[in-house]
């Protein structure tokens, strides 16, 4: 589907909503993965620098077209300082937050009613990314404190860490489980992403693939990585305005071979963005990749269906000149709609954003 959507007919993103109620810039929105499952409705969280999660629920209407959309919650009780990352769990009932004040809470989802239920401890400093494992039995943390902590789910809803990663030489700004394995991947202001996965006797976690210089490699901060539907292959953004694909076929933890590590650099999408490209998401549904940058765009990406050649190459459909007021902090793709985006600025508003594109 990809391919069909690189097309070339018109592709338009056209705006639908716009969430307001946090009082500082908005870093990141997750969609709840129980969205539209069963008839549940569409569900968004959102973090500030105000120092709280707004939870939005999409609201179904008879009468109307087009849903509105309502703050169920506000989650203020947990946090001291901004909370600058989110990500629910794979059944949708725990959603962790990771906060500037060096701690992540978890919060239960049950009966419409959100509960702080565990209160992570450890970090040095600032949290800047949160992120669960596939099956929900584990939640990886990193940290301008430059190490990555494992978190394993216990009975009852406790938490204990079973790992300290240390690898990174300076502020880690995202970690990030790959869809199918358990197989870790973090990005940092050291110009790298690092490779993480189980030793084979299951005693410690360990690098085992750092993606940088020389050769393929970022040559600035790293913020964000996405994997697409299947996991062969992942995205990353950078400081140095250019996007890299990876080959992310080969399960890192089996890796027996020489030369470097199994993943490798399929290419570069590059002279497309004028400032930091903060964010970047891979659709699971439509094979394409939104970005969100410091020129206050949203552009979306597909591979190029005109290429013949046996390598992989990627071509921009779209451009959204000023979605935001300000920087672009975040984009993510609905996880079973393949029409909807979200978004969050430096303005303070998540905007939600229709995709079309003419075949």
Not at 75 to 83: A, C, I, P, Q
Not at 191 to 211: F, H, M, P, S, Y
Request: charged fraction near 20%; proline fraction near 3%.
């Amino acid at each position: 589907m990809a391919k069909k959507l690189g097309g070339n007919g018109a592709a338009r993103l056209g705006f639908l909503h716009q969430l307001e109620g946090h009082t500082d810039r908005v870093w990141g929105v997750a969609w709840n993965p129980a969205s539209r499952s069963g008839g549940a409705p569409s569900m968004l969280a959102s973090c500030s620098g105000d120092k709280t999660v707004r939870i939005w629920e999409q609201q179904s209407t008879v009468s109307s077209s087009s849903p509105s959309w309502t703050c169920q919650a506000v989650l203020d009780e947990s946090h001291s300082r901004t909370v600058r990352a989110c990500d629910w769990s794979p059944n949708g009932k725990l959603l962790a937050t990771g906060s500037f004040d060096a701690t992540t809470s978890i919060w239960e989802h049950v009966g419409g009613e959100f509960d702080c239920i565990a209160t992570l401890e450890g970090h040095e400093n600032e949290v800047k990314s949160v992120a669960w494992n596939t099956s929900g039995t584990l939640l990886a943390t990193c940290s301008r404190d430059k190490t990555v902590w494992i978190w394993e789910l216990q009975p009852g809803n406790d938490f204990e860490c079973v790992s300290v990663l240390n690898g990174h030489t300076q502020d880690v700004k995202m970690v990030l489980w790959h869809p199918s394995r358990d197989v870790l991947v973090s990005a940092s202001y050291d110009n790298t992403i690092k490779v993480w996965a189980e030793d084979r006797d299951g005693d410690d976690w360990r690098c085992v693939q750092t993606l940088a210089e020389p050769g393929w490699g970022h040559t600035s901060t790293v913020w964000q990585l996405s994997f697409n539907m299947s996991g062969d292959q992942m995205v990353s953004c950078s400081d140095d305005l250019q996007l890299m694909v990876w080959d992310s076929t080969v399960d890192p933890s089996e890796w027996t071979g020489n030369g470097g590590g199994p993943w490798k650099h399929l290419c570069t999408i590059s002279g497309h963005h004028e400032r930091t490209i903060f964010s970047v998401h891979w659709s699971r549904t439509n094979g394409l990749i939104a970005t969100g940058s410091a020129d206050d765009c949203i552009r979306i990406f597909a591979e190029d269906p005109t290429n013949v050649a046996s390598s992989v190459s990627f071509c921009k459909v779209l451009e959204k000149q000023k979605a935001h007021e300000g920087d672009v902090n975040s984009v993510r793709w609905h996880p079973k709609d393949p029409r909807l985006l979200a978004s969050a600025g430096d303005d303070g508003v998540i905007k939600i954003w229709e995709f079309e594109q003419d075949l």
